[in-house]
Every structure is written in C-alpha cells, then in structure tokens.
C-alpha cells in the first residue's frame, strides 16, 4: 500500500502519455474537495470547495484549497467539472474564478445553478456547461462521461474520465439508495460497464467507510418526521442543509398533512430552495409558503419552519434562535426544533451546545440520537464493496474523508481483491502519476489551508492563528517601560494593562519591582539595546505569570528610550 510522506521531494516532469493526479483538498478532512488532473500540458479540474473552520481556527470564515501549484497555469485548464452542489465541493469557485473568470464550469442543472447564483454575488458571469447522465464531453484532452449518483442533494454526478493514459472513474460523493424520492438511482449499470471496459484508477468517497451495511434509504424519513408533526401541539421548526431539497420535501409533505403552514428561513435556505422550485425539483401546494412576517401572526400549531443552523453555526438562523438574537423568531416552551441532519466530523461540540441553549429556552429538540430524522448521503462499507467488485479499478485512491477513513476503504480495496500495492493513500499536495496503468505516488506540492477572515483571503497563517489561540486562552498583557536612551534605568513604569486575564485590579502589583529590578541590573550590566530589554521585560513578566497562576497569556513589552 503506497502511503503519503511528508518527505517527498518537489514530483519529476510527467512522463509522456502519463496522467497526473493531485487532490489539493479533501483528504485528511470532510471539506475543501479539489482534485486536478494532468495530461499532455493541459489540466482538469474536479470539484473546487470549501472546508468550515473548528475551534481551532478562531476567527476564521472559510478554509480554501490552496490553488497555488496551478495559479501561474489557468490558460491550461481546460473546465473545472463540479459533481454536485455543496459548499465543500462548489463554494471556493468563485474564489478560484477570481483568478481568471472565464474557465469553463461543467455540472448538472441545478449544480451550475447553485454556483452561479453565487458567481452572481459577485458579479461573475461563467461559462457555463450543462451537462446529464449519460452525456460524453471532450475537454481538450480529456473526456468526460458523466453517470448519475445518489446524493443528500438533486442532480449529484459521477465523472468518468477518459484519456491515452487510461481510464478515471471520481464517483463524487455518492450513495446507494435503491428508493430515491426522485427515482434517480445510482447508475450500477454504467459502473459495471466502465469495469468491463477496464478502470485503471478509482477515486472513491470514503466518509462512511468504517460503517458497516448498506444505507437506509430517505423513504423511511418521512414517516418519521409526520409522526413528530402528529405529536408536536405547538410551533415546529426543523433545521438541514439548505441544499437538501428530499428532505425538505418531506418536510413541506408533512406540514400539508397536518395543516401547516410552511415558512424557510436563512438567506441560502431561502435561495437555494427557490432554484429548486424553479428547476421543477421541490414540489409546492398553492397557499403551503408563507413569508416570516406572516409566520409570526399565526398560532403556533399551524406553523412550521424551515431553518439553516443544523451543524451549530453561531451565525445561521437556528443558532441565533438559540441565542435568543434572531430578528423575528424567539423560542419558547411548547417549540419543537427537529435537527433533521448529521454532524459533520468536527461540529458535534457546536450542535450539542445548540441543543442545549434551545433546551433550556423551553423547546423539545429531536436529533438523529433520539430519532430516525436523518439518513446518511454517503455509501457505507457495504456498498463501497459492491462498487469495488462492480467497477473492479487496477489502482484505487481514497478520496474525500479523514485518515481513518481513507485507511477503512484502502483495507476495503484488499479484501474486493485490488492489490495492496496497487492502493495509493494520499494527503493534499501529494502527486500521483497513472503510467503503463500504474498508479504511484511520486513527489508533493505545497498545499496548504488558505484562510478567509472577513474580505481578506490567505494573509491569516498558522502563527497568527496560534497567537489567536493563546489569547483566547490566556488573555493579553501588555507592559510599559520608560527607560533613559544612555543609561538604560528606568525612567517611568512599568505599568501593566490586560484584556482576558483577571478582573482583580491589583493582580499584577508583585511584578511591577521585579520588572525593575530586572532592568536596573540590565543596565549595570550597559545593555541598552531595547529589543534586549523587551524579552528581559517578557521573560520576567512570563516566569512570574507561570509560578503564580499556571497561565500563558500572550505578554506583549514596549520599552520607550528617551
């Protein structure tokens, strides 16, 4: 099993006939998927998303691929093929369009539609492809034959993509519900026909790969989520995914059965469901939607609403619900708030706060815990092996999870019988070369998290993050020091303030001579360099916090000559 290292040198030319792969996003974490590929100069772009931040990353709105190792090449990319339309798969295009506007994007209808409604935003017109099942397009060197998926979203695609080099099949992110509410199963029988045409290498979803058995399928949702509407006798509001149109229609199902009216809250929920409606995707009754304002002059019990905020996200509707700052919606004892989604990896801290903010305001929250109010969109461990034996790779790369689930499916591709040698496990920026139908990994790129803080993007690093991490956990000191520019004594202070550290006024008079003492020998000693003086001032200032509060707070010094 050829594994990623971090050693790798800077990969060699690409041999001539050779087919390149590198995935700078989506390996190592549920997010920020982008795969490119490379053939005879010219490049192919799978996918281009984002990754939401965690507690880690304070402060931080969205993480980027890094698109660095193609930036001084975008004349050679030929498309960016987009296989469906969540934000960790479309939501950094405009980010990459930014860049050089008119490269081609080639998706389903309601894919493209999703992204361009977010090109729109900022004033980006694409060149759009519109593209189904079934549907070969040649893209410069490469072509492309698109095959129907089943997803968590409408119009989810897989691509198969054919070149001299060989034959790639990327499944997307796919499932195998064999009752889809819109009937589009996934195509089985395409899949068997690459592998009898012969699939040199596989890029397949690995999210669900330690989970054993098949999915269950969305059909089962809906009797679940009529059964809550039955019980609840005050005013219901369900949070998903704001591009999850089954499941919003079963939520739209169920408030038309029990006499509700139905009101989508949240800018994308509101957005996104409107395209789908007007694709013919997400089914309305006249008189079922009603507008917020109208929402809150009804009784409770004839109401239903339809939220963003499934994954805790402070920002969306149900969190600020939850927080009691939402504009028109305030919860209250008798609301049943129905969490109709999963958690991501990463998000379980933030949705169970949620859960418990909306609790303590009186509200009866249903979630996947407590019931069957969710159905996973990715294949589990059962269905991955059946893919395998369908489409029988020479070469398989997982794709799209974390390392353990990365290594779940490579242990999966042994046992359907792909070789060990022949399972290639990467991380972001690992470069992998198909050559006389073999896969191997042979050298890595930079690719690193690019971070968007506000309207800035990329000028937020790991070291600044870490400082914002320190002062997150022990607050900020700042200390002032007057010191005589020829003989280096003290001339005026040290004072101290601090911000996050303790509200005790007289916390920091025992430093104050100690921070003296400490300069005045400095200048025995003629050092009167005031960078010196500073990390004198830090050291004294940090030994001292350390020994009497177990503390790191961030220290800042300023040492003033005159």
Not at 133 to 147: D, T
Not at 168 to 188: A, C, E, N, S, Y
Not at 246 to 272: C, W, Y
Not at 400 to 423: K, M, T, Y
Request: hydrophobic share 45%; aromatic share 4%.
């Amino acid at each position: 099993m050829t594994e990623a290292h971090v050693e790798l040198p800077a990969p060699p030319p690409l041999p001539e006939g050779g087919l390149r792969v590198i995935p700078l996003g989506g390996l190592g974490a549920i997010g920020r998927n982008m795969t490119v590929f490379e053939f005879d100069g010219k490049l192919l772009v799978v996918d281009c998303g984002v990754l939401f931040p965690d507690t880690e990353q304070p402060g931080v709105d969205l993480i980027l691929p890094d698109f660095e190792p193609i930036l001084d090449r975008l004349d050679d990319v030929q498309a960016i093929v987009l296989t469906h339309g969540h934000e960790d798969h479309i939501g950094a295009v405009p980010y990459l369009l930014a860049h050089k506007p008119d490269i081609p994007l080639v998706g389903s209808r309601f894919t493209l539609a999703l992204v361009e409604a977010k090109l729109a935003e900022r004033r980006i017109t694409p060149y759009s492809l519109t593209v189904v099942e079934g549907q070969r397009e040649q893209l410069g060197p490469f072509e492309a034959e698109f095959f129907a998926v089943n997803h968590s979203i409408p119009d989810a695609m897989a691509v198969a993509i054919r070149t001299p080099a060989g034959l790639v099949l990327h499944t997307g992110d796919f499932k195998m519900d064999q009752l889809p509410l819109d009937g589009r199963i996934t195509d089985l029988a395409g899949f068997a026909r690459l592998g009898s045409e012969g699939v040199d290498l596989l890029l397949s979803d690995s999210t669900n790969a330690e989970i054993p058995g098949f999915v269950t399928s969305e059909r089962q949702i809906g009797p679940v989520i009529s059964s809550i509407f039955a019980k609840a006798t005050g005013r219901i509001i369900v949070a998903s995914f704001a591009s999850h149109v089954h499941r919003v229609q079963q939520v739209l199902d169920a408030a038309e059965e029990h006499g509700r009216k139905v009101a989508f809250i949240g800018r994308s929920m509101v957005r996104n469901m409107g395209i789908a409606r007007d694709l013919g995707l997400l089914h309305l009754s006249p008189g079922l939607m009603i507008g917020i304002d109208e929402a809150t002059t009804l009784p409770p019990e004839q109401i239903v609403l339809m939220s963003t905020g499934s994954q805790g996200e402070p920002m969306s509707a149900l969190g600020r619900m939850a927080t009691g700052d939402h504009r028109h919606i305030t919860i209250a004892s008798g609301d049943t708030v129905v969490l109709a989604s999963s958690l991501v990896p990463g998000n379980e801290t933030s949705v169970y706060r949620v859960i418990n903010q909306l609790a303590r305001q009186g509200a009866t929250v249903v979630h996947k815990d407590v019931a069957k109010v969710h159905v996973s969109g990715h294949s589990p461990a059962g269905e991955l092996l059946y893919l395998l034996n369908v489409v029988k790779p020479s070469n398989l790369m997982p794709v799209h999870g974390e390392w353990r689930h990365l290594r779940a499916h490579a242990r999966l591709g042994v046992e359907s019988g792909v070789a060990p040698d022949r399972i290639v496990l990467c991380e972001d920026g690992d470069v992998v070369d198909l050559v006389d139908g073999r896969a191997e990994l042979v050298g890595h790129v930079k690719s690193r998290y690019v971070y968007v803080d506000g309207l800035a993007i990329g000028d937020v690093g790991e070291s600044l993050l870490t400082e914002r991490r320190i002062l997150g956990d022990g607050g900020f000191i700042a200390v002032t020091v007057v010191v005589d520019s020829v003989t280096g004594k003290v001339v005026g202070g040290p004072t101290i303030s601090q911000k996050g550290f303790s509200e005790d006024p007289t916390a920091f008079d025992p430093v104050l001579p100690l921070i003296t003492q400490a300069l005045d020998r400095a200048a025995a000693d003629n050092i009167t360099d005031p960078h010196q003086l500073q990390q004198l001032v830090r050291r004294v200032v940090g030994k001292w916090v350390n020994e009497a509060y177990r503390r790191r707070p961030m220290i800042v010094p300023s040492v003033l000559e005159v």
